[in-house]
């Protein structure tokens, strides 16, 4: 009977931490799921030249209160050709505004991009879900700069403006 008990408990927090029921009340796998696609999107937006579909990825109030977005889009096709190689996602984090029962989720993520061979560095930040103020909802900015000048000039998440920025 010994062994039983020894063994049960183990057993017990396996299927707890395999569950995840806390991260699925809580809806952050699925966020975090959201947050992938939101990067696939961005990815075959810029594979395929989409300006709109790009455009309707961010924000109301990005949108709204970023008058150049649509031009700054255009800007950024223009700047590099976009026939993307490959990709890979190099880091995430996740922030979250918990108040009652109210929250707001935002997700900065980093990918490598190669596009013609030259390594680029796609950052984005994404307000997957925001209880406070729905406008907010979507891609709040988009960096696309090369390697090279992301090494040269750091950028703190922090310090990312509304919309599109690009390397010149």
């Known amino acids: 009977m010994k062994p039983f008990i020894r063994i049960f ?6 299927s707890i931490c395999m569950n995840c029921t806390c991260c699925e009340k809580t809806g952050f796998m699925t966020r975090d799921q959201n947050n992938k696609i939101i990067a696939q999107d961005i990815i075959e937006c810029l594979n395929t030249r989409n300006q ?8 109301q109030n990005v ?3 970023n008058l150049s977005l649509k ?5 950024l096709f223009g700047h ?17 505004s918990i108040r009652n029962n109210e929250n707001c989720t935002e997700y900065h993520t980093k990918y490598k991009l190669w596009i013609n061979g030259v390594e680029y560095s796609l950052r984005y930040i994404y307000i997957e879900k925001d209880d406070f103020d729905k406008k907010n ?9 090369t390697k090279e000048y992301s ?6 998440w ?8 690009i390397s010149e």
């Open 52 to 59: 709109k579909k790009l455009y309707d990825l961010f924000s």
């Open 158 to 165: 922090q310090d990312m403006e509304p919309g599109i920025f």
């Open 9 to 14: 408990p183990f057993f017990l927090s396996m």
């Open 80 to 96: 590099v050709e976009m026939k993307i190689d490959r990709y890979e996602q190099d880091a995430m984090s996740v922030d979250a």
């Open 151 to 156: 090494d040269k000039h750091l950028c703190y």
């Open 63 to 65: 949108q709204a209160g």
């Open 71 to 75: 031009e700054k889009i255009t800007k």
């Open 137 to 145: 909802e979507g891609v709040r900015s988009i960096r696309l700069v």
